[in-house]
């Protein structure tokens, strides 16, 4: 069986598996393998990413409520 050099994974795979890859150096030969691993990672990290965004963006808001309340009752106080 023919094989190809997986610059992803350093090895030869059997060509079959194999997929023609753009590199910033160049067309190199990656496996399917290693570029849906890669796609899957990347897409994981975005979901976390904006999930996270979400996150720091209501416990902004929270914060700045708190801090509006807080001005508000020391206004009232007054
Ligand atoms: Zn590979």
Redesign the pocket.
Known sequence: METRY?Y??R?H?PQDQMHRFPTSRGVRW??R??IEAAQCGVSERDAFGKEQTKINRAATQEIAEQVFMARSERYLLR
């Open positions: 997986c992803c994974c090895v795979h990656r496996c393998r290693s």
